[in-house]
């Protein structure tokens, strides 16, 4: 039987953010409540944007051999950097791999043939975890990051109190806030194995468990 390579990084992730959240909550005294049964639709994917530039970003643009266009600069919140001979240039929104082809025709006449190289210094991009996690709080984006991912790097589920059933991912689009919905317990039982991809800035949610007494 072929093993699909996502299926194996999905259930080690998986297993990374039960052990995290379990080594943490051992050290609590919390009451174990009963696991929700509710089965939510999943989110569609998203396609990988965290290599994008965004506002803050800082970026470092080289020339092989015209290094006096050489230049370090921080990507402005209108998304624009200023550089040398060619002005203002929208970064904002492009890859990197873009910027470098619009920089290479920009510099045609100055720097002809001149290979440019531009490279994230920093990045800014953030995304948020907040609820039932044992770190909640803002996590740095300096790569692809699925919901798993930032839920292990905000320290994992509080195992005592987290219901995964109903995982929440809220994220501005047009101008307009949107929620999505997991169920990582499909995932956590290899009932789902498809990635969901963060974008910058999205607030993760893992809500608590209601007990009733």
């Not at 999505?180 to 999205?202: A, I, M, Q, S, V």
Request: hydrophobic residues 45%; aromatic residues 8%.
């Amino acid at each position: 039987m072929k093993i699909n390579p996502n299926q194996i990084l999905t259930f080690g992730l998986a297993l990374l953010v039960l052990l995290l959240g379990f080594m943490t909550g051992c050290e609590t005294n919390s009451r174990v409540g009963s696991a929700s049964s509710a089965v939510f639709a999943q989110a569609n994917l998203f396609p990988v944007s965290t290599n994008l530039l965004h506002e803050a970003d800082i970026i470092s643009i080289d020339f092989r051999y015209s290094t006096n266009f050489n230049t370090v600069q921080k990507i402005g919140l209108d998304g624009l950097v200023n550089l040398q001979s060619v002005g203002e240039v929208m970064a904002a929104g492009k890859t990197v791999i873009q910027l470098q082809d619009e920089l290479v025709a920009l510099y045609k006449n100055q720097a002809k043939d001149d290979p440019i190289t531009v490279k994230v210094v920093s990045a800014a991009a953030t995304v948020y975890v907040t609820g039932a996690v044992n770190h909640p709080g803002k996590i740095l984006m300096d790569r692809p990051m699925t919901v798993v991912e930032a839920i292990a790097e905000a320290g994992g589920v509080d195992p005592y109190r987290a219901k995964l059933s109903k995982v929440s991912i809220m994220r501005v689009e047009a101008g307009a806030q949107k929620t999505y919905w997991l169920n990582l317990n499909r995932l956590l039982e290899g009932e789902d194995t498809d990635l969901f991809y963060l974008k910058p800035f999205d607030v993760v949610r893992v809500p608590a468990k209601t007990f009733n007494f």
